[in-house]
């Protein structure tokens, strides 16, 4: 008679309840790898939404099922990711590959087995740890198969739904490439060597394994699988890894978003018009992009039906809502409180979303790049069209503003650069994408573009708008019918891009800043400012840029 959710190490799969027997090769395995003591231990392979809700409701204090039906979770201290604490192991084929420095902090192997056996020693204290299987990335070509081994059954919902779900029969005999650790409501030991923090988020590319201490942020386990994606698709396969979001037109065309937070990268593929392939991680191989997640990672801060209607309805059971606030009477989620964070999100799966190509793949090749960006000072124009050298600098240069008043001292608009829109995941150095980024485009003849969906007429601080909507969708839409590639262009000051003269259903006075400023600062003055501060951000990849690419940059 089953009393409960587990009965004699009893596990939960997609089909039911299976006979204990069935999972001795995950058991062995973990025994066999990381020691884990199976005797001692029950081990909850590949459970179901619903056996993990019930799990998390019962050991986990402060989970709840919202009003929509979603589960609610904390993660404790950390409500985001810890980019000062990530590291890689050093040994001989990472040092050939990995860029070193701020973003990837070296490891000694030493210090890997130390934390690694750490985690492990704390997985062996809990009653029950959770194994999740699947995939990163849907072409099955490059795919890698991903094992998760955590402690909360918050994490393991929410991996289950950010990886690509295996159907019942490839969980069989599933072999990981990749197995993750997540020990994170254990803390790192500061005073072992190279340690700064009580979290330590560790990589080892060679033993194929991460280990996650210190922090309960289930953010760390996806972004961990994006730089590993961003290391083996590059190097084992000559395969793109690109922080973006896809979408395909009717005719098959594919459009790739290049953007960082705020720029308009979720909203903007979001396009009903057209199919979503995926909202945040992509490759681009020899035949076509592929999504690599098999779920949906989104802000909830002020989330409305009216404003991402896809994303309001796509929360609902087998969604897992993190560090919201909800009434405690009624359940209803409160998405204006920030009380616990601003970075308040909900994961779920990619179906979830109506307008989603199953599977998230497409064999045509992406006929625009669009990066994104939203300058602050209104001196950008709303649509450039790049060439390769131009797109290369921008590419690596991953510009946008933060608006003032959103952190204390900040006054006016202030420039941030994230190399390749996703400087925290590179394993590598910036140029080697953004080499396989130009080599891509011009093979396959693809038009790029640097799309500001920022303020227009001035900058946010001096009598400036931001570029409405309306404008900004008519302007994709020509970008996508063809058309505004065939208008007439003209050179836009200092920055040297080429500016359409005309786009179908926006105003010709929007589309140039020098045209249509009527702020209060000198134009010529704003200009110049940001220029400059482009070409010093860039100074750290001269050593690795062409002639033609550093030339591409503003000129002041």
């Given at each position: ?206 033993e194929k394994e991460m280990v996650i201490l210190g922090t309960e942020y289930a953010g ?171 797109t290369m600098f921008h590419f690596i240069s991953g510009y946008t503003s933060k608006m ?5 001292g900040v006054t006016e608009p202030q420039a941030t650069f994230s190399s390749c829109f ?135």
């Amino acid at each position: 008679m089953v009393t409960g959710p587990y009965v004699n190490k009893t596990n939960l799969h997609p089909g039911g309840i299976k006979p204990h027997q069935e999972h001795t090769e995950i058991e062995e395995a973990l025994h066999e790898k990381a020691h884990i003591d199976y005797d001692r231990v029950a081990i909850v392979a590949n459970p179901s939404v619903a056996g993990l809700y019930e799990d998390a409701l019962v050991y986990e204090g402060g989970s709840a099922i919202t009003a929509n039906g979603a589960l609610s979770a904390y993660s404790g201290a950390k409500t985001g990711r810890s980019p000062s604490d990530k590291r890689i192991v050093k040994e001989a084929e990472s040092d050939a590959n990995v860029w070193w420095g701020p973003v990837n902090k070296p490891m000694t192997p030493e210090v890997w087995r130390i934390n690694r056996e750490r985690a492990v020693d704390y997985l062996n204290t809990r009653q029950r740890i959770y194994v999740v299987d699947g995939f990163a990335g849907w072409d099955e070509r490059y795919r890698i198969n991903v094992r998760v081994v955590c402690a909360r059954a918050y994490h393991a919902l929410f991996m289950r739904n950010m990886l690509i779900r295996p159907k019942p029969e490839q969980l069989v005999h599933f072999h990981p490439d990749y197995v993750i650790y997540n020990a994170g409501a254990f803390p790192a030991n500061r005073f072992t060597t190279g340690m700064t923090s009580a979290t330590s988020v560790a990589i080892n590319l060679a033993e194929k394994e991460m280990v996650i201490l210190g922090t309960e942020y289930a953010g760390e386990m996806k972004k961990g699988i994006f730089t590993v994606m961003f290391y083996e698709m590059p190097v084992k396969h000559n395969v793109l890894t690109l922080h973006s979001s896809a979408n395909q037109g009717k005719d098959g065309d594919v459009s790739v978003f290049f953007g960082l937070s705020g720029t308009g990268k979720t909203t903007l593929s979001a396009d009903p018009k057209r199919a979503l392939i995926g909202d945040d991680e992509h490759c681009w191989s020899d035949t076509g992009i592929f999504n690599i997640e098999g779920g949906c990672y989104a802000k909830c801060i002020g989330l409305s039906a009216e404003k991402e209607p896809d994303i309001f309805n796509a929360i609902k059971f087998g969604s897992i809502l993190e560090n919201v606030v909800f009434d405690p009477v009624t359940r209803v989620v409160d998405y204006e409180d920030s009380t616990l964070t601003e970075n308040t999100r909900c994961a779920y799966p990619i179906e979830y979303i109506e307008n989603t190509k199953i599977p998230c793949i497409s064999d045509n090749h992406p006929s625009n790049i669009i990066l994104l960006t939203c300058d602050a000072r209104g001196v950008l124009p709303p649509i450039s069209k790049l060439s390769t050298e131009q797109t290369m600098f921008h590419f690596i240069s991953g510009y946008t503003s933060k608006m003032a008043g959103t952190e204390d001292g900040v006054t006016e608009p202030q420039a941030t650069f994230s190399s390749c829109f996703a400087q925290p995941f590179l394993a590598l150095h910036p140029m080697r994408y953004a080499k396989m980024l130009a080599e891509k485009i011009e093979h396959h003849n693809a038009n790029a573009w640097l799309l500001n969906t920022g303020w227009v007429g001035a900058g946010a601080t001096t009598g400036g708008k931001r570029c409405p909507l309306k404008y900004t969708r008519a302007i994709l839409d020509a970008i996508h019918s063809g058309e505004l590639a065939k208008v007439e262009y003209e050179t836009y000051e200092t920055f040297n891009l080429n500016v359409p003269k005309t786009c179908p259903n926006v105003p010709d006075e929007v589309l140039n800043p020098a045209k249509g400023w009527t702020g209060t600062a000198s134009f010529k003055d704003e200009v110049t400012k940001l220029a400059g501060l482009f070409n010093e951000n860039f100074e750290k990849y001269k050593s690795e840029a062409t002639d033609a690419v550093i030339a591409a940059g503003p000129k002041v």
